[in-house]
């Protein structure tokens, strides 16, 4: 049995990583694969590490959280300490290199570690607002998920009505979009 | 009035609570009666937003009893009438669910389980089985669907209203808290493009015509004055609900005739069984699975013969035994073993099933 890929993006409240994971899981949706996205919810209305679970696949989905993630993004530093339980050897563990004096605390037993300047690429050279947009690049680009026209088609639904007020957003989004593939490439 | 909500059938991606919503509609209940809490809110936020376009009405009540009692009184009065709650809302509606058992009267209740005892989490849960099926000072005539999918989550929401109206007793719609914030595909439809007839509610309070002349009188107690009259009352409630029982009772069952093991399961939890059972089967282990859909009433008859063939059932839940209960009274004196893994107010994966499987076949 084909097995789902899985992925926790984990950050502050405020990152946009649920939207990450809802734009994703559309763009799979729509390509007619089979998706599953839940956020955490807790009582606090505010602050608290923000963490989406998304599985991905060809066939149906069993429980909607799960023990190991394929790949695990954390944008925070609580974020890393919070997502360290998702990490086994065959995880890709994905962190914001502006998260300082960490190193210690990144998970030991991960397949892989990669650092990616996202905070900081969005910031000099689009716009923080797209920050999100970027990590979803990452994602798509440490995974193939999904391909690249279906989330700019998932993007295009959501922020459409923005891209038609001022056609500049379209492209720093989709710019931020291949930048993120980029950067999560060169990490490798 | 707007045209129908949905028109044929569509492919949708949504949370489970709009999918309620969204079966509510098509149903074509009536009213919402509903006090906020999560995690079952976006039921009443979509059930408030679709339903003015459809000439269908909402009333927040001050707390949990009141919306139950409400939602009885809509009945009454010849609406199609739910609520839906969660965790300490569902144990405050217990009294007018207990109501609605002894006057016969057919509401819909959409449950999301979260975590328990009391306020405990608003995330998720299977603890609030033993009230569901059996809450209240009754004696359970209810019936309890216990959903695993977007898809049965729309299926048995339109469902509900039928068996609800049509055998009067209160029906449930069990979901959790992961079903209700989950987003997945799903196919929405009108029902009667399908063929599925919708039972037309009526008055059952305040009917047309003078009492004595055009109709006898209407008469729905609740309060008996001997203990003799109560027990004839129960007594043929339980006939009915018995004899009724076997119409109602849903299950699946899967690779269950040469299984040496069977996982056992409800709701959620089952799609984490079902996963398991295939990658054991692939794997060529002799295992099956065993679901029951209504949890009230339950599957015993099917589920004892599937028991006593395998000799051996895993049971799961995230409970710690409720639905274990269930089934070990529906199963007494079958020869079989049980095994369990109990995780109450946390989701169960289908690698801790197959771990636990492997560790004892």
Do not use: C
């Given at each position: 049995?084909?097995?789902?890929?899985?992925?926790?993006?984990?950050?502050?409240?405020?990152?946009?990583?649920?939207?990450?994971?809802?734009?994703?899981?559309?763009?799979?949706?729509?390509?007619?694969?089979?998706?599953?996205?839940?956020?955490?919810?807790?009582?606090?209305?505010?602050?608290?590490?923000s963490?989406?679970?998304?599985?991905?696949?060809?066939?149906?989905?069993?429980?909607?959280?799960?023990?190991k993630?394929?790949?695990?993004?954390?944008?925070?530093?609580?974020?890393?300490?919070?997502?360290?339980?998702?990490?086994?050897?065959?995880?890709?563990?994905?962190?914001?290199?502006?998260?300082?004096?960490?190193?210690?605390?990144?998970?030991?037993?991960?397949?892989?570690?990669?650092?990616?300047?996202a905070?900081?690429?969005?910031?000099?050279?689009?716009?923080?607002?797209?920050?999100?947009?970027?990590?979803?690049?990452?994602?798509?680009?440490?995974?193939?998920?999904?391909?690249?026209?279906?989330?700019?088609?998932?993007?295009?639904?959501?922020?459409?009505?923005?891209?038609?007020?001022?056609?500049?957003?379209?492209?720093?989004?989709?710019?931020?979009?291949?930048?993120?593939?980029?950067l999560?490439?060169?990490?490798? | 009035m707007?045209?129908?909500?949905?028109?044929?059938?569509?492919?949708?991606?949504?949370?489970?609570?709009?999918?309620?919503?969204?079966?509510?509609?098509?149903?074509?209940?009536?009213?919402?009666?509903?006090?906020?809490?999560?995690?079952?809110?976006?039921?009443?936020?979509?059930?408030t937003?679709?339903?003015?376009?459809?000439?269908?009405?909402?009333?927040?009540?001050e707390d949990?009893?009141?919306?139950?009692?409400?939602?009885?009184?809509?009945?009454?009065?010849?609406?199609?009438?739910?609520?839906?709650?969660a965790?300490?809302?569902?144990?405050?509606?217990?009294?007018?669910?207990?109501?609605?058992?002894?006057?016969?009267?057919?509401?819909v209740?959409?449950?999301?389980?979260?975590?328990?005892?009391?306020?405990?989490?608003?995330?998720?849960?299977?603890?609030?089985v033993?009230?569901?099926?059996?809450?209240?000072?009754?004696?359970?005539?209810?019936?309890?669907?216990?959903?695993?999918?977007?898809?049965?989550?729309?299926?048995?929401?339109?469902?509900?209203?039928?068996?609800?109206?049509?055998?009067?007793?209160?029906?449930?719609?069990?979901?959790?808290?992961?079903?209700?914030?989950?987003?997945?595909?799903?196919?929405?439809?009108?029902?009667?493009?399908?063929?599925?007839?919708?039972?037309?509610p009526?008055?059952?309070?305040?009917?047309?015509?003078?009492?004595?002349?055009?109709?006898?009188v209407?008469?729905?107690?609740?309060?008996?004055?001997?203990?003799?009259?109560?027990?004839?009352?129960?007594?043929?409630?339980?006939?009915?609900?018995?004899?009724?029982?076997?119409?109602?009772?849903?299950?699946?069952?899967?690779?269950?005739?040469?299984?040496?093991?069977?996982?056992?399961?409800?709701?959620?939890?089952?799609?984490?069984?079902?996963?398991?059972?295939?990658?054991?089967?692939?794997?060529?282990?002799?295992?099956?699975?065993?679901?029951?859909?209504?949890l009230?009433?339950?599957?015993?008859?099917?589920?004892?013969?599937?028991?006593?063939?395998?000799?051996?059932?895993?049971?799961?839940?995230s409970?710690?035994?409720?639905?274990?209960?269930?089934?070990?009274?529906?199963?007494?004196?079958?020869?079989?073993?049980?095994?369990?893994?109990?995780?109450?107010g946390?989701?169960?994966?289908?690698?801790?099933?197959?771990?636990?499987?492997?560790?004892?076949?």
């Amino acid at each position: 049995m084909a097995k789902a890929v899985k992925i926790v993006l984990a950050g502050e409240g405020g990152q946009g990583v649920q939207s990450v994971a809802e734009i994703l899981a559309e763009a799979a949706n729509t390509e007619g694969r089979e998706a599953l996205y839940i956020p955490n919810f807790g009582v606090e209305q505010r602050g608290g590490v923000s963490v989406a679970y998304l599985q991905i696949s060809d066939e149906a989905i069993g429980s909607p959280k799960f023990q190991k993630g394929d790949i695990v993004v954390a944008l925070s530093e609580r974020a890393v300490l919070r997502t360290q339980r998702y990490v086994d050897g065959n995880t890709t563990f994905v962190y914001d290199t502006s998260i300082e004096g960490i190193e210690d605390q990144l998970p030991k037993n991960a397949g892989r570690v990669l650092a990616i300047p996202a905070i900081e690429v969005s910031k000099e050279e689009f716009h923080p607002r797209v920050f999100n947009i970027l990590i979803m690049g990452a994602v798509i680009g440490a995974t193939g998920v999904v391909p690249l026209d279906r989330v700019k088609a998932a993007i295009e639904e959501k922020l459409g009505y923005k891209f038609q007020e001022n056609p500049k957003l379209r492209e720093l989004n989709f710019g931020a979009l291949e930048r993120g593939i980029d950067l999560v490439q060169k990490a490798q | 009035m707007a045209e129908k909500p949905i028109q044929g059938e569509r492919k949708a991606f949504l949370t489970g609570n709009e999918v309620v919503a969204y079966a509510a509609v098509a149903g074509e209940a009536d009213i919402m009666y509903g006090y906020p809490i999560t995690p079952q809110n976006e039921i009443m936020h979509y059930w408030t937003r679709m339903a003015p376009k459809y000439g269908k009405r909402f009333l927040q009540t001050e707390d949990e009893l009141s919306a139950g009692f409400t939602t009885l009184g809509g009945v009454l009065s010849g609406a199609k009438a739910f609520t839906a709650t969660a965790g300490p809302g569902n144990t405050l509606m217990q009294e007018p669910m207990s109501m609605a058992e002894m006057m016969r009267i057919p509401a819909v209740f959409v449950i999301q389980q979260r975590g328990g005892p009391s306020t405990a989490t608003v995330i998720y849960s299977q603890q609030e089985v033993t009230m569901t099926t059996y809450g209240g000072n009754g004696e359970g005539f209810r019936v309890v669907y216990s959903t695993a999918t977007h898809q049965d989550l729309f299926d048995y929401t339109i469902k509900a209203f039928n068996t609800a109206w049509k055998y009067r007793f209160p029906t449930f719609v069990l979901g959790d808290g992961y079903q209700a914030k989950m987003r997945e595909s799903v196919t929405i439809y009108d029902p009667q493009a399908r063929g599925i007839e919708l039972i037309k509610p009526t008055p059952y309070l305040g009917k047309p015509g003078s009492i004595g002349k055009d109709r006898e009188v209407t008469h729905m107690r609740n309060t008996y004055n001997t203990e003799e009259e109560l027990y004839e009352v129960v007594m043929s409630m339980a006939k009915e609900y018995d004899s009724v029982a076997p119409e109602i009772v849903e299950f699946d069952a899967r690779e269950v005739d040469d299984a040496e093991i069977v996982i056992v399961s409800h709701g959620v939890v089952s799609r984490a069984a079902l996963s398991a059972m295939l990658e054991l089967r692939g794997a060529g282990y002799k295992v099956g699975y065993f679901r029951p859909v209504t949890l009230r009433p339950f599957p015993g008859d099917q589920l004892r013969k599937v028991a006593d063939n395998a000799k051996r059932l895993l049971v799961v839940e995230s409970a710690l035994g409720q639905f274990n209960k269930l089934v070990q009274t529906n199963i007494y004196g079958s020869a079989a073993t049980i095994d369990t893994i109990f995780k109450p107010g946390v989701g169960v994966t289908s690698e801790e099933i197959v771990a636990k499987i492997k560790a004892t076949l």
